[in-house]
DNA sequence: TTTAGGG
DNA sequence: CCCTAAA
């Protein structure tokens, strides 16, 4: 029997999708009774018709029920869908975000402080932990890292999916429609560390709000970006939402703020070979960032090359780091040989946007790695290769060393760090297949769980991505002593965390913000915390207060920093007495003192 | 080990 | 970031 599946729509036709889902779900059976699958391409004309694609749009699979067995059979329901989930992380990224709005709406700072305070005792709110108790523990559990569809959370009623009422009353917004291009050049670079030269402004707000949506976990929440603000899930359609699909992007952060969710640990260990090709199905089906974010491209707009050029370089990284994970991982089973050649495999048009998909053959596993169609990825990492062969005999070891070699690519770790998450196994067709016929409540239901079921996937996911001891390469230095070889650049999320945990605990309390606030950044060290907070003083009181006629912050090169955060960090410093002397005296006194006030009182 | 501060 | 004194 085959099974068909509705891909994706064309461009015109992507505001359909739940019109797509809806005539793919009659379309399909839930359970895929032979092998092989096929898996079709429809477009969906204008008025909702599903239409065949071509032939050659066609992707037969050899069996996707490979996937059945060895990827969810973990999972007591096969059917079920498990998401990663971040608890703690969603939570500090809201309080960001909540801060961020305080930060840019002074008159709505009443952040109260026994809510503030309030979830730090409770420390980890759960989400949806009614439904987070099932399947996974009693079946052995597996962390089955899906990504639920876009199409899927956007459909159903997405604030459903927040049961934190911590920020239940939140508005919040990060508005990127403000800022200049050249803002939202820093904004970017701050963000993901290197420099754009795109000047596609809705490019960079998407790109930025995409990144801090990442770095914060905003996903987990209850928002989404929509016209380049973060706002609040529940106040939005979520099918409609332009830049809603981002928000989406399913948490890959356990509860400790740790990446989590190997999908491939597991999988590999027990089905080893065809695991690993099977992956090329996954990709094709695509559940991973790639595969959304080229939905969500379409969403807005056909992508422009530069586009394509830009997401490549992050999106390959994203491959590279997949196909890293799976190193690591099945280098356990010892199947990798060090041997390891590239070729090109297949095109596969994906509504609009080729997509050229390089098999990595890895020890004769076919491993498909999604890349985009750019010469100049087209080329093997040499460091990639040549690390590889440096230590045959631990994969482990050369894995690791593959990844400093990526983060010699100057890559800053923040979009990528928390998505250092092989997202390969379930794939949104997958997730498809279990929602197919389902009535859209249930669906929401079912989402749900799988979220749920996230929660507790944090101990078997656990994925120690980021080494424990910093991947930074070391380098001994001409007196002796070993020093960092490549500065992390602070991203903008690592600031905001920096600020909030100082706030929080406040500053001075280094060694605990790191552990509560850090524990995913392992490569930042509780004196980094010091030393960035030192600099963030210097910058806040440095420009803020004359509000030079000038746009404050020049062609610095240095991080630029947003000013709403430099306020945020002012204000911190006034009510802890960081101030310099010098500079206390004027502007900030009575909202600064209120605040203060309020913290003390929500303290004691 | 953690903080604080200078380099 | 690094180094180190001091706690």
């Not at 974010?293 to 530069?306: G, I, S």
């Not at 507790?456 to 991505?465: E, Q």
Request: charge should be positive; charged fraction near 30%.
């Amino acid at each position: 029997m085959e099974t068909e599946v509705g891909v994706e729509g064309n461009d015109e036709a992507k505001h359909k999708e739940c019109g797509i889902r809806k005539s793919s779900s009659s379309l399909s059976s839930p359970k895929q009774i032979s092998d092989p699958v096929v898996y079709k391409l429809v477009r969906v004309e204008g008025d909702g018709r599903l239409v065949p694609a071509t032939d050659d749009e066609l992707v037969e699979v050899e069996s996707l029920r490979i996937d059945d067995r060895c990827g969810m059979h973990v999972v007591a329901d096969p059917g079920q869908t498990v998401g990663c989930i971040s608890n703690e992380g969603s939570s500090s990224g809201m309080a960001q975000l909540k801060r961020l709005e305080g930060w840019s709406q002074p008159e709505n700072k009443k952040v109260d402080p026994d809510k503030l305070n309030g979830r730090l005792e409770e420390p980890v709110p759960l989400l949806a932990p009614s439904l987070s108790e099932s399947h996974l523990n009693q079946s052995g559990s597996v962390g089955e890292c899906s990504h639920p569809p876009d199409e899927l959370v956007a459909g159903g009623s997405p604030s459903s999916v927040t049961t934190k009422p911590d920020f239940s009353r939140l508005k919040g917004e990060i508005c990127l429609d403000n800022l200049s291009i050249k803002e939202l050049h820093e904004t970017f670079k701050a963000t993901f560390g290197r420099e754009t030269t795109v000047k596609d402004k809705q490019w960079l707000k998407r790109r930025i709000s995409m990144g801090l949506t990442n770095s914060c976990d905003v996903s987990t929440t209850s928002f989404i970006i929509k016209d380049n603000k973060f706002v609040k899930k529940g106040n939005e359609e979520g099918c409609n939402g332009m830049y809603g699909s981002f928000a989406k992007d399913p948490p890959i952060v356990n509860q400790k703020g740790l990446p989590t969710c190997h999908v491939g640990q597991l999988d590999y260990h027990k089905v080893p070979e065809r695991r690993l090709e099977n992956h090329n199905l996954d990709d094709n089906s695509g559940s991973d960032d790639h595969q959304k974010e080229q939905r969500a491209a379409k969403r807005v707009r056909k992508p422009t090359k530069r586009y394509i050029e830009e997401l490549s370089e992050v999106e390959s990284k994203e491959s590279n780091e997949r196909l890293l994970n799976l190193a690591k991982d099945s280098g356990h089973d010892g199947l990798i040989s060090p041997k390891s050649h590239v070729r090109l495999v297949r095109n596969v048009s994906s509504g609009g946007r080729t997509v050229i998909t390089r098999l990595d053959s890895l020890g004769g596993s076919g491993i498909q790695v999604p890349c985009v169609s750019r010469v100049r990825r087209s080329r093997p990492r040499k460091n990639f290769m040549a690390l590889l062969k440096f230590n045959p005999s631990s994969m482990g070891m050369a894995a690791a060393l593959v990844e400093k070699a990526l983060d010699d690519h100057g890559f800053p770790p923040d979009d990528g760090n928390e998505n250092r998450v092989l997202k390969a196994s379930s794939t949104p067709e997958h997730v498809h297949h279990q929602f197919v016929g389902v009535p859209e409540k249930d669906k929401q239901f079912s989402v749900m769980s799988a979220v749920g079921l996230g929660n507790n996937t944090d101990l078997k996911c656990m994925n120690s991505n980021e080494d424990s001891d910093d991947n930074a390469v070391t380098v001994p230095t001409s007196k002796g002593g070993i020093r960092r070889k490549h500065h992390r650049a602070w991203t903008l999320s690592e600031v905001m965390k920096l600020v909030e945990g100082v706030s929080r605990y406040g500053a001075g309390r280094w060694s605990e913000i790191k552990r509560l606030a850090f524990a995913s950044y392992s490569y930042r060290t509780s004196v980094d915390l010091k030393d960035k907070w030192r600099n963030l003083l210097k910058a806040s009181f440095a420009q803020t207060p004359p509000d030079t006629g000038m746009n404050s912050r020049k062609n610095t090169g240095a991080m630029p920093i947003p000013t709403p955060i430099l306020l945020k960090v002012r204000e911190l410093a006034e009510m802890q007495a960081q101030v310099p002397p010098n500079l206390s005296s004027t502007k900030v006194a009575g909202s600064a003192r209120k605040i203060v006030h309020e913290k003390q009182t929500g303290f004691l």
